[in-house]
């Protein structure tokens, strides 16, 4: 078994009032109900004034792709698995902490973030001013290193049109001793 693994993360997310499809497999009313008083939030950043996004947790999309990916790496499945949206612990949930308790678990089984990278591909809100703390708040709960920098989809599709957001995220985790 190799000492290095790379996992891969992608988390969307759209926005409160963002037009949606009628689709029967999945029931969208509980998650819009739970924005009521959010703030949009990314990599753990609030950025008022903005349309919130629609979760269970605080649906901060950049810390859900990076704690994916540390996940996957470790083998680990995915946030869903962990912290799904049918447990109402977790409703309201702030995803920095969601993402050190992956980190954590990765960790227990014996993996070590040595750095992670995400793109998140949005309109709006404009994150060039603050992700450099955005970087730093997700790297203080990863354990580890993670660079944030963003693209616009330039009005193509769902995210052009200012439905939602996403975020890629890429995470390389090193052999570390399992912790107690």
Same mark, same amino acid.
């Given at each position: ?5 790379? +996992?891969?993360?992608? *988390?969307?997310? /759209? ?5 949606? #499809? ?9 998650? %819009?109900? &739970?924005?009521?008083?959010?703030? #949009? ?33 470790? +083998? ?8 799904? *949206?049918?447990? &109402? ?40 001013? %603050?992700?450099? &703390? ?5 790297? /203080?709960?990863?354990? +580890? ?10 009005? #193509? ?15 390389? #985790?090193?052999?570390? &001793?399992?912790?107690?």
């Amino acid at each position: 078994m190799s000492d290095l693994r790379i +996992g891969l993360g992608v *988390d969307v997310h /759209r926005f409160k009032d963002a037009p949606t #499809l009628d689709l029967p497999a999945v029931d969208l009313q509980g998650a %819009v109900d &739970e924005t009521a008083a959010r703030t #949009l939030v990314l990599g753990g950043v609030s950025f008022p004034g903005e349309p919130p996004l629609v979760g269970h947790s605080d649906a901060d999309a950049v810390a859900h792709a990076v704690a994916d990916a540390i996940l996957g790496a470790a +083998g680990l499945g995915d946030i869903g698995l962990h912290f799904p *949206d049918t447990d &109402e612990r977790w409703r309201g949930a702030d995803s920095l902490v969601l993402l050190a308790e992956c980190a954590a678990r990765a960790k227990r089984a014996g993996w070590q973030l040595v750095n992670a990278d995400c793109t998140v591909v949005a309109e709006r809100p404009r994150l060039a001013p %603050v992700a450099a &703390e955005m970087g730093a708040l997700l790297s /203080r709960a990863a354990g +580890g290193p993670v660079h944030v920098k963003a693209t616009r989809p330039e009005g #193509l599709g769902s995210l052009g049109r200012l439905e939602g957001l996403g975020c890629v995220a890429v995470a390389l #985790l090193a052999r570390a &001793e399992p912790s107690r």
